[in-house]
Nanobody
Framework: QVQLVESGGGLVQAGGSLRLSCAASGRTFSSGAMGWFRQAPGKEREFVAA????????RYADSAKGRFTISRDNGKNTVYLQMNSLRPEDAAVYYCAARTTDVFWVTGTSDYDYWGQGTQVTVSS
């Protein structure tokens, strides 16, 4: 069992940066891939980024490439999402998700086993 708690969301101007954190509890954190998803009002939850168990492999949605960076610190049971050059269309609730296996290339919400409650990101134009 893994519990996930996101933090770091907030209001930022377009072009600004935020770093989201996801603190995990549970013995299986370091055994699986981790991901970030987001959901804007009226839209489906969508994949943003994922990272492999040891952090050596990552995958990004096209919208995140070159602007967002996912990383993890297994010693701290934490995964991060550094978001730069934020745009109004990045505004959404951001969710951290965990898999029990090290399959980082999947992007569907049904591919992940555990979810956090989400943190709101608002980008003003």
């Amino acid at each position: 069992q893994v519990q996930l708690v996101e933090s770091g969301g907030g209001l930022v101007q377009a072009g600004g940066s935020l770093r989201l954190s996801c603190a995990a509890s549970g013995r299986t954190f370091s055994s699986g891939a981790m991901g970030w998803f987001r959901q804007a009002p009226g839209k489906e939850r969508e994949f943003v980024a994922a990272i492999s168990r040891c952090g050596e492999y990552t995958r990004y949605a096209d919208s995140a490439k070159g602007r967002f960076t996912i990383s993890r610190d297994n010693g701290k049971n934490t995964v991060y999402l550094q978001m730069n050059s934020l745009r109004p269309e990045d505004a959404a609730v951001y969710y951290c998700a965990a898999r029990t296996t090290d399959v980082f290339w999947v992007t569907g919400t049904s591919d992940y086993d555990y979810w956090g409650q989400g943190t709101q990101v608002t980008v003003s134009s």
